[in-house]
Every structure is written in structure tokens, then in C-alpha cells.
């Protein structure tokens, strides 16, 4: 089948959308990477999703308009991704959308929300699209995340020693794959939440995030504020957890940078890169891990990534493209391979790194032109993946 994956992740900057052949061979997921296009969100909406987020206040009518307007802007590149990497001949769509809120009360996620009104895309491509992932596994009890962890437990199963798959977007998630254990998933906190908010409110707008690394490595961190922001209590929580920007957003961080002395913008973003670097690393060293296999736009951060390999001198650190798979599009390749699960029946979460009671079948359906698509019955439920070339 031949599937398009749609995602914007917590930083909501681009929305990717990554096409793939997807099989099922016996237990074998085989996935044919075809490619990637990605489009920066239309700065005005980037800006209506900004000011509707939390801590922010919103409305009915504002939430309504974006769904509509995502909607649209997913459908729009969906389309493009169908006419350039598929040659017109994509037969799903699976749409993560956006998310806008994570309800987590002590600890337990009470419901999630994301936003992008699936009927824009369908009727723009013709295509079944899946969406809505998260709530099923929240209605089983589990945390809606990282749901990517079924994808990194497949591919990375086998592996000699633990291997640790760690995801920098907006938040820093990340699947540990030992050889002997049940696999978990967790979230360790911000990666570039709080880097950005800080960009964004130390040059009024005119940077949105540190290209290259470049303010950390000219800066030095701050010990002192590096302690006060590792107080947080939600790195010593136990997994499974998850988070957002609903915790980690600029108000949280000017209430912990209130009060003398000031700090400059270099130091503050070099000492928010360290606190990524400490927690992601801490959760790592937890775990065993004999490999790190990074994704995410934080792999474009060179002074993170040294930060990393600091840290973590006892595991290999590597990225997902050494492996076959293009760091910048893993998200939305995974979602394409949970959007494959769907249209079969197959579960696609491991209760182990969710926190669920049992493992579901993920999102809910919207018919193309041509209605549900035709799948052959699957005959086992995946176990492993492989990446194949095309």
C-alpha cells in the first residue's frame, strides 16, 4: 500500500509529509521510503496556533477556524506529496495533525486534543485518510505517547545490547529496546520547546529558533540556572509520562528566570541546550542504553548534538539516517506505518511504552472518493520492520 504520512510536531513550524510502500510480509512490516516534501506553516496561521496555545486563552470560534485552516494547510501538501513522490498514486493518508493541548491530571492524560480537519484532505487527494491517533490508546488508559514507540520497538527489535530511540522536536521523547524486557516509552521533557520560546522572546520575533546551534555555542552555561531549571519535578517522575508545551512554554520559563541577575540571551539559550542535553541523558543512562539512535529537527543542532555525545560518553550515539532512515522524517514515515495498521485492523501500540491496558487499533477513518480502500486481511500482527530501498 502505498501511504503518505502527514505530521507537525510541538514546535509547529512545517507540516512533512513523508510517502512510503508499506507490506506486511508474515509478522515483517517492509517499508520503501519515497521520499519527503515539507512546507513551513503560512506564517499568519503559525501565529493564529501560537496565540491559541497554552497558557494562552482561546475560543470556540478561534479553535473552529484553525481546525479548518490546518486542515487545509495539510491538505494542501498532502496533494503535493501525492503528485510528486507517489505519482498521483497514494492510497492512504494518515494525518497526525497538530496538536494544541495534552490534558495530563497527576500524572494521568485525561484526553488530547489535535486539530486539522480530516475531510479538507480526503477531498483534496481522493484518499482515505486516518487520523486522530491518540485518543484510542488514551481511552485504554495510556498516555497517547510518544506513539511512535510501536515503530521504534519494531525497527530497532534484534538489536544486540539496548538500543534507545530519541526523537528532538518541541519535546524530547524516547523508546528503550533491550533484549531482554518488555520495551518503554516516555517523554524526558522539553528538547527545543524552550530553546525557541527563548529565541523567539529575546529577538522579538525576528529569529524563531538557534540555526546551527549558533547562540549555545557562543554563549556559556549558567550553572546556578541550570540547577534551578533541573528542580523541575517532572524529570523525576516515573515513565510511563508524557508532556508538552502546556508545562514547558515561555511563561514557565520567565517565572524561573524572575529576579536578578539577568542572564544574557547566548548564556540563557546555551544553558536551555544543556538542560536538553542533562535530561535526555539522564533517561538514557537509566535505561542501560548501549546505542542512541537520534531523529527530529534537533539533530540540526550541532552544538545539542555535541552536548549529547558529552554526556553520553558510554553509548554510541548515531542518527536515524545512518540507518536508513532520514532523521528530518521519521515522525511522519511512522505515522504512515501507524496509518498501514488502521486500514488492516492491526493494533498499533505496545502497551509497555504507552501505559495502555492493552494494545489498540489507532484513529478513526474518512472515506475517499472511492470509499474504504480494499486490504487484503492481515494474517499475523507485526513484530518487526525493516527499511528497504527503492
Not at 512554554?249 to 536578578?260: E, R, V
Not at 539533530?299 to 549529547?308: F, K, S, V
Not at 480502500?373 to 494474517?379: E, I, M, Q
Request: hydrophobic residues 45%; proline residues 6%.
Amino acid at each position: 500500500m502505498r501511504v503518505i504520512g502527514l505530521m507537525s510536531g510541538t514546535s509547529y513550524d512545517a507540516i512533512d509529509a513523508a510517502a512510503a510502500d508499506v507490506r506486511l510480509e508474515g509478522d515483517a512490516l517492509v517499508v520503501t521510503p519515497l521520499g519527503l516534501v515539507s512546507r513551513p506553516y503560512p506564517g499568519e496561521l503559525r501565529a493564529a496556533i501560537a496565540s491559541a496555545l497554552p497558557p494562552a486563552p482561546t475560543t470556540l470560534e478561534a479553535l473552529c477556524r484553525l481546525d479548518t485552516a490546518v486542515g487545509q494547510a495539510f491538505a494542501e501538501v498532502a496533494e503535493l506529496a501525492n503528485t510528486e513522490l507517489c505519482g498521483g498514486a497514494a492510497e492512504l493518508v494518515a494525518s497526525h495533525g497538530q496538536t494544541v493541548f495534552h490534558w495530563v491530571d497527576a500524572g494521568r492524560v485525561r484526553g488530547t486534543l489535535q486539530i486539522g480537519q480530516p475531510a479538507w484532505i480526503a477531498e483534496r487527494t481522493g484518499c482515505t485518510v486516518v487520523s486522530d491517533f491518540r485518543p484510542r490508546d488514551v481511552a485504554a488508559g495510556g498516555q497517547g505517547a510518544p506513539l511512535v514507540s510501536a515503530f521504534d520497538v519494531w525497527w530497532l527489535r534484534g538489536r544486540a545490547g539496548t538500543a534507545v530511540a530519541l526523537n528532538l522536536g518541541g519535546i524530547a521523547n524516547i523508546t528503550v529496546v533491550a533484549a531482554d524486557g518488555d520495551p518503554v516509552a516516555f517523554d524526558t521533557g522539553p528538547a527545543n520547546a524552550l530553546i525557541d520560546a527563548a529565541v523567539q522572546a529575546r529577538t522579538a520575533g525576528e529569529l524563531s529558533f538557534d540555526r546551527d546551534g549558533a547562540l549555545a555555542a557562543a554563549g556559556t552555561v549558567d550553572p546556578n540556572l541550570l540547577d534551578r531549571l533541573l528542580a523541575e519535578p517532572y524529570y523525576a517522575r516515573p515513565a510511563p509520562k508524557t508532556t508538552g508545551k502546556e508545562l514547558f512554554h515561555l511563561d514557565y520559563l520567565t517565572g524561573i528566570l524572575a529576579g536578578p541577575p539577568p542572564i544574557a540571551t547566548a548564556d540563557l539559550v546555551a544553558t536551555l541546550t544543556a538542560l536538553t542535553a542533562r535530561t535526555v541523558a539522564d533517561a538514557v543512562r537509566a535505561a542501560g542504553a548501549t546505542e542512541v539512535i537520534v531523529s527530529g529537527g534537533g539533530t540540526a543542532n550541532p552544538t545539542l548534538m555535541a552536548m549529547l555525545r558529552e554526556e553520553l560518553t558510554e553509548a554510541k550515539v548515531l542518527t536515524s539516517d545512518e540507518l536508513g532512515l532520514p532523521s528530518a522524517a521519521k515522525e511522519a514515515y511512522a505515522f504512515a506505518v501507524l496509518g498501514f495498521c488502521t486500514a488492516h485492523g492491526l493494533p498499533g501500540t505496545i502497551a509497555s511504552c504507552t501505559g495502555a491496558r492493552h494494545a489498540t487499533v489507532l484513529g478513526s477513518l474518512t472515506p475517499g472518493r472511492a470509499g474504504l480502500p480494499r486490504t487484503s486481511a492481515a494474517t499475523a500482527v507485526p513484530t518487526t520492520l525493516r527499511i528497504e530501498s527503492s
